[in-house]
């Protein structure tokens, strides 16, 4: 079950990670237990973690980034 937080909560704190996008060699996952909470995880690189209200909106930005326009395949429905 998700949680709002107030503040953005420790990596330690995220029970477990749902990948819902991989392609060209990033995977974009969200938190199982917070709302607003993303990590995008390039396959050469270090992950980043996007957490509040643009935390989506940042993630995809992050993702087009890396892969050029395919990263907008990241709008889930």
């Not at 060699?25 to 996007?50: C, L, Q, R, T, W």
Request: charged share 20%.
């Amino acid at each position: 079950m998700q949680v709002y937080a107030d503040k953005k909560p420790k990596v330690s704190e995220v029970t477990s990670w749902t990948r819902f996008f991989h392609q060209s060699g990033i995977s974009v996952y969200e938190a199982d237990n917070f709302y607003d909470y993303y990590k995008v995880v390039p396959s050469n690189g270090k992950a980043k973690y996007f957490f509040g209200e643009a935390a989506w909106m940042n993630a995809q930005r992050y993702a087009v980034d890396l892969i050029g326009m395919a990263g907008y395949n990241v709008f889930r429905n």
